[in-house]
């Protein structure tokens, strides 16, 4: 499996599927799976789990978020909600992700 050499996207952004039954939803990066290059997204790929009655949980139908490739995910602009490309630069000895469409600071 190929590894990503610099991840641009990192918990608590905003992103936008690109690809696959939910592209368009934006949602929350929950988690980041780093060895399978992978991303679990809130509201994304949201899978039902049967679940028997337990001393612990009543049972039922659980929903649960599973994940899906990072690449089919894409970082959306602060500034006008839209998805765009991630840059780095430098600003004041930090170095800082940036929009590629609009050139502002991303988080």
């Not at 006008?80 to 930090?94: E, I, L, Q, T």
């Amino acid at each position: 499996m190929e590894k990503i050499a610099k991840w641009r996207i990192k918990k608590g952004d905003t992103v936008q599927v690109i690809a696959g039954k939910d592209k368009g939803t934006q949602g929350e990066i929950l988690r980041v799976l780093r060895d399978d290059c992978r991303v679990v997204v809130k509201g994304v790929n949201v899978r039902v789990k049967h679940r028997k009655p337990s001393a612990t949980s009543p049972g039922g139908l659980e929903r649960e978020e599973r994940s899906i490739h990072v690449s089919n995910v894409m970082l959306v602009d602060p500034t006008d909600n839209k998805p765009a490309r991630v840059g780095f630069k430098m600003v004041d000895d930090k170095k800082v992700r940036v929009s590629k469409r609009t050139g502002a600071v991303i988080g």
